[in-house]
């Protein structure tokens, strides 16, 4: 391990001696541990020059891999540091999950467990590194991370304000066709768009204005500005429904294509599954 610290060291700065300063040791202790560790590899790391050292090609791919390695570690310790001891289960979740759904059931989970501490990382990137005990998602899930779960498959329904719907004129499910829409467009997380629900119910593409995001909540919020309809998973926007700030503009509806799923890390402690099957068999209670 020493050896590999002088090599970086030495190959960072280019030079025995600054990286001797570096590391407070004298330059034949550096040269000494770069030798011990070319007679070690069966290779040669640096080329000597008159005014310094340069690279051998297999130096390179030494500080390459030294480099990637380190950036791990930091990043395993800012983890550490930023996840406080007592947490007893992590869960990861995408911003709408989140908002809409997932941590109203951490406060009821809460009040029946108020011992068992939780902790949400909110990402829309998928395949994060970050290590969490329970992953909650729309769409397909790495099986071979962990246990995956059927939560449940929900309807897919068009929400509007009711000031938009009289604006527009939308009465049915063909009004939609001409009406402003907004899309979710991602990069990663695959939700159910408009081209994919007209096609379900047997219509053709939209040709009236559309507006694009990259995130759920600012659709849902483009929608209560009047901007456009949105698609909503019925599960998820129940409180949006109930509390009158949008509206399923028509009847019709499709069955969601994929259904949402939890994912359960196999290192999980036995408190992070018990949250698991709390979720599992309490995903449908307000």
Known sequence: MTA???FEAAARNL??????????????????????????????????????????????FLLLGLQRGLESISDAVIELKRRPEHVDVTIRATTAVSALWLT?????????????TVSQIVSDVLGANTR??????????????????????DKIIALGTREF????????????????LIHMSYDQ??????????QELGL???????????????????AEDHMGAVLGWEGLVRRHLKGGRLVQ?????????????????????????????????????N
């Open 4 to 6: 590999l610290i002088c």
């Open 15 to 60: 030079g025995f001696k600054a990286a001797a300063r570096e590391l407070n040791v004298t330059p034949a202790a550096i040269s000494h541990q770069i030798k011990a560790l070319e007679q070690d590899l069966g290779c040669s790391l640096f080329r000597r020059l008159h005014r310094g050292v340069e690279l051998t090609e297999k130096g390179a």
């Open 249 to 285: 503009l028509v009847a019709d509806h499709i069955q969601s294509p994929q259904s949402f799923q939890l994912q359960v890390n196999p290192k999980a402690s036995a408190k992070a599954r018990l949250f698991a099957d709390w979720l599992l068999a309490n995903y449908d209670d």
């Open 132 to 153: 969490c005990d329970i992953a909650v998602g729309y769409g397909s899930a790495d099986e071979a991370i962990g246990q995956v779960h059927k939560i449940y498959r």
């Open 189 to 198: 997380i695959k939700w159910t768009g408009w081209a994919e629900w007209f």
């Open 165 to 180: 719907a009289r604006t527009e004129g939308i009465t049915c499910v063909a009004d939609l066709l001409r009406a402003p």
């Open 104 to 116: 109203p059931q951490i406060t009821r989970f809460w009040r029946k467990h108020p011992t068992i």
């Open 204 to 222: 053709p593409a939209n040709s009236g204005r559309n507006f694009y995001v990259n995130n759920h909540m600012i659709a849902l919020q483009a």
